[in-house]
């Protein structure tokens, strides 16, 4: 399992951009990055995932560069709502079932 | 659509005294796993099990103990309650293809050992 480092804890502003970037320099040709949030007192949930270049769904974008050694979640226009713990995860498929999460980036949205 | 169902949500234990949380999954996933959360902390897994009949251990798997007789259910026994198992326990339910997964989970377990 690609070991992966991300920053244990950003700040930001109510309606500005977030980006979390996560190293992940031994990651594998089969690996998938994925990315989950959890609120306090809640389990985390999935927000995103991919392999290469760009991909985007209703909640964050998630960019790859072509090496594929770091990914950046971004987050467009944060609310409070959207102070959470994110953490990101490489190299989990079949044969490699073991879903560890390191101690995450704790994103804090200031009013 | 029930997800991933953890009983009980709050539990006390006497050191030494021992229990069960229950996990239950409605969505026909192969692999399930326990986690541990300790406060400011992230999550540690403890056991994970990727078919029924088939466990294996995480990062610490030690006081707990862990069975898969069917798809649905994964309880985790904790043998002998110690105050250092005072955690957040959560139970995730996973699906794996063609190299993507994607973790479902419960609602967590706080437990309290004193």
């Known amino acids: 399992l690609a070991k992966t480092t991300q920053p244990i804890s950003m700040d930001s502003y109510e309606g500005q951009e977030v980006n979390i970037t996560c190293s992940h320099n031994?990651?594998?040709?089969?690996?998938?990055i994925t990315w989950y949030q959890q609120f306090p007192s809640q389990g985390p949930r999935f927000i995103i995932q991919?392999?290469?270049t760009k991909v985007t769904n209703e909640v964050a974008s998630l960019f790859i560069p072509a090496d594929r050694k770091s990914s950046t979640l971004s987050l467009p226009r944060v609310s409070l709502s959207d102070t959470a713990v994110y953490y990101c995860?490489?190299?989990?498929?079949?044969?490699?079932?073991?879903?560890?999460f390191g101690t995450g980036t704790r994103l804090t949205i200031i009013p | 659509n029930a997800g991933v169902t953890q009983t009980p949500k709050f539990q006390v234990l006497k050191t030494g005294q021992s229990m069960t949380l229950q996990c239950a999954q409605d969505?026909?996933?192969?692999?399930m796993s326990w986690y541990r959360q300790d406060p400011g902390m992230g999550l540690r897994l403890i056991h994970y099990?990727?078919?029924?009949?088939?466990?294996d251990q995480g990062e610490v798997p030690n006081g707990y103990n862990v069975s898969r007789s069917t798809t649905e259910d994964f309880p985790l026994r904790l043998l002998s309650a110690a105050p250092s198992q005072t955690s957040v326990y959560f139970c995730?339910?996973?699906?794996f293809g063609q190299g993507k997964a994607e973790a479902f989970f419960g609602q967590g377990t706080r437990l309290t050992v004193v």
């Open positions: 995730a339910s996973s699906y």
């Open positions: 031994n990651i594998a040709t089969n690996d998938y």
């Open positions: 991919g392999y290469k």
């Open positions: 995860l490489v190299g989990v498929n079949f044969g490699n079932e073991k879903l560890t």
């Open positions: 969505m026909n996933h192969e692999y």
């Open positions: 099990s990727v078919g029924a009949g088939i466990t």
